[in-house]
């Protein structure tokens, strides 16, 4: 069954540094999703892409985000200078259609810790 | 604005014990859809049901069963006879169809009921 796959897993880094979070959604959707999830805390949708653009973005979805679909296949989410509040656990989703409550299709998420 | 409200912090239960996981919702919109997911110790976020709003046939899939109300802006979420593999954060969500057009539509989430069966 066709799945959606996030790599790292985990990602450890240094405050003030750049992260870039990778995602290969399932080959035949065509939108994609990065949410996240402060531990503990409910889900939170950061930004939604569709035909190589942002289709929708949220408040946290600030200026050190950005997002890219590099190729074919891959889907990254890029914070340009992480802060102590960005750990958390990142979720990369993917539907085939947008209307229709389209079904979304979650990653298992990369756990991101800043220190 | 859509809001997804999940009163139930934290539920235990007793393994065999029915109990449901209650979900009420707010949106303007006249179309929208709503979700359960499943985020078990694990980690990820795994789907359960999808309804639209024009459908309030409530749903049963095997041990799950489902009761949409819009008349309470409800959708709530029973398990008969839990299972200790049943434990786990449940989430209720929305989506509204009037989302931005051709551009997907973004899942309002609940703040989760973390579910505890036990022997």
């Known amino acids: 069954e066709p799945e959606v796959t996030q790599t790292p897993s985990h990602q450890v880094t240094q405050m003030g540094q750049e992260v870039i979070l990778r995602c290969v959604p399932i080959?035949?959707?065509?939108?994609f999703y990065w949410y996240r999830q402060i531990l503990g805390q409910k889900v939170e949708f950061l930004v939604s892409?569709?035909?190589?653009?942002?289709?929708?973005k949220s408040e946290i979805f600030d200026d050190q985000f950005s997002v890219e679909r590099p190729d074919g296949s891959n889907f990254t989410l890029k914070i340009r200078s992480t802060k102590l509040e960005d750990s958390a656990m990142y979720f990369c989703?993917?539907?085939?259609?947008?209307?229709?409550?389209?079904?979304?299709?979650f990653g298992p998420g990369t756990r991101l810790t800043v220190l | 604005a859509q809001k997804v409200t999940q009163a139930q912090t934290e539920i235990s239960v007793v393994e065999k014990e029915d109990v449901t996981l209650d979900c009420v919702y707010e949106?303007?919109?006249?179309?929208?859809?709503l979700f359960w997911y499943k985020q078990p110790p694990s980690g990820e976020l795994v789907f359960l049901i999808r309804?639209?709003?024009?459908?309030?046939q409530n749903e049963i899939s095997g041990r799950y069963s489902w009761n949409f109300q819009k008349s309470t802006s409800s959708f709530n979420f029973t398990i008969t006879a839990s299972q200790v593999v049943d434990s786990a954060v449940y989430f209720c969500?929305?989506?509204?169809?009037?989302?931005?057009?051709?551009?997907?539509?973004?899942?309002?989430f609940g703040t989760g009921t973390q579910l505890k069966v036990e022997l």
């Open positions: 989703a993917s539907s085939l259609r947008e209307g229709r409550g389209d079904e979304q299709f």
């Open positions: 080959s035949n959707h065509l939108y």
């Open positions: 969500a929305l989506s509204e169809a009037q989302g931005v057009t051709g551009g997907g539509n973004k899942l309002t």
């Open positions: 309804r639209n709003s024009f459908d309030e």
């Open positions: 949106t303007r919109d006249t179309t929208y859809y």
């Open positions: 892409f569709y035909n190589n653009e942002i289709s929708e």
